[in-house]
């Protein structure tokens, strides 16, 4: 076990707040070890790394003020898997997740949104949880994803991988994503994108463009392009602009949360949807998290390097404050062209980045 795990172990058996994190393409892990079990709330002026719910109901921070700081550079990780597991589809969950969409599909077509994000969550047992090899396997197996593990005690215990870039802003320039649409990479397969995945993506990129011009008077947008993210690709277009004053990012990050790409548009109408018939509390999944306003490797203040909390998981003890159990979250995009069948397999080929490495 390495220094930077033996301090992690210490402050999960003293119950102390944690977080550690891997920045796409970095070869750094950086951790902030909380001094006490305070619940800090996100506030504008503040440093840290911030958690914050899909309902932006919850919006809390591991403070830098009363935090150490660590940075343990990652040594070479090459984890071969064995065969993934097979996990069998519950009918049950297909059934009633296929209701859902249909559920859905009849209020786009009576006009209440054009589109809506609908999720579900898996329960799954583990033994023999190792917290460092999960780590180590998701910076290997997802270099271009941000890796995370958060911890506190009036939280929970959550973990993830995820490929997409809420915003990120420096010295006044805005760098953000707009990622939708999902097949299954292949080596030999020449990549087709349908109608459906084509909307789904532009719905996003209209959405962020139009709230990034109240804030900004530039905003340039590259073409769509496929993106990798472990075994699964999507569409992505890159998205920057300069910010008008830096007194607006707390106000562009209120206005962006949640995008189209994790909730729905009308952005209102689809969360209230999804609040409402969903059928479970998302809590922090398609939520946001990341470094606020701090680089923890620059040390530059008033940086924000924020991701949406995709393809993760809420960890679980038992009576004995061991890792146990899984909950994964994972959702798909709805619009007039879905096909129930066909989302519902989408959220399983999703669930595959995490249970690959579980």
């Not at 589109?115 to 270099?143: G, H, M, T």
């Not at 300069?242 to 790409?261: C, F, G, R």
Request: charged share 25%; with cysteine.
């Amino acid at each position: 076990m390495s220094a930077l795990f033996q301090k992690i172990t210490q402050q999960f058996d003293s119950k102390l707040p944690f977080v550690f994190y891997c920045k796409p393409n970095s070869d750094k892990i950086i951790a902030l070890f909380q001094k006490n079990d305070e619940l800090f709330l996100l506030e504008e002026g503040s440093a840290g790394f911030a958690f914050v719910s899909f309902d932006n109901e919850k919006k809390y921070l591991i403070p830098e003020k009363f935090s150490d700081v660590y940075v343990e550079t990652v040594n070479d990780l090459d984890y071969v898997f064995s065969k993934s597991k097979e996990y069998k589809i519950e009918e049950n969950a297909k059934n009633n997740f296929g209701d859902l969409v249909k559920k859905a599909l009849q209020e786009i077509e009576n006009g209440s949104f054009e589109k809506v994000v609908l999720s579900r969550k898996e329960l799954i047992d583990l033994n023999n949880f190792q917290l460092e090899l999960v780590f180590n396997s998701l910076i290997s197996n997802y270099p271009t994803a941000f890796k995370y593990c958060f911890y506190h005690p009036k939280v929970g215990f959550w973990m993830g991988a995820t490929p997409e870039q809420f915003v990120k802003i420096a010295n006044k320039k805005i760098k953000t994503v707009a990622l939708a649409g999902t097949q299954l990479y292949t080596d030999f397969q020449k990549v087709i994108w349908e109608e459906k995945e084509i909307k789904e993506q532009k719905i996003v990129t209209d959405f962020i463009v139009n709230i990034l011009q109240v804030v900004s008077g530039v905003v340039t947008k590259s073409v769509p392009y496929t993106f990798q993210a472990g075994s699964i690709i999507h569409i992505k277009t890159d998205i920057e602009a300069t910010l008008n004053s830096q007194l607006d990012v707390p106000k562009l990050i209120d206005l962006l949360h949640p995008t189209p790409a994790v909730c729905g548009f009308p952005k209102e109408i689809a969360k209230e949807f999804i609040l409402k018939n969903e059928g479970y509390e998302r809590e922090f999944y398609a939520g946001y998290l990341g470094e606020w306003n701090k680089d923890f490797l620059t040390y530059k203040e008033g940086n924000f390097d924020l991701f949406v909390n995709l393809r993760c998981m809420k960890l679980g003890m038992d009576s004995k404050s061991k890792i146990s159990q899984a909950q994964l979250f994972i959702g798909c995009g709805i619009n007039s062209g879905s096909d129930p069948e066909k989302e519902f397999l989408e959220t399983v080929n999703k669930s595959k980045t995490i249970k690959k490495i579980l």
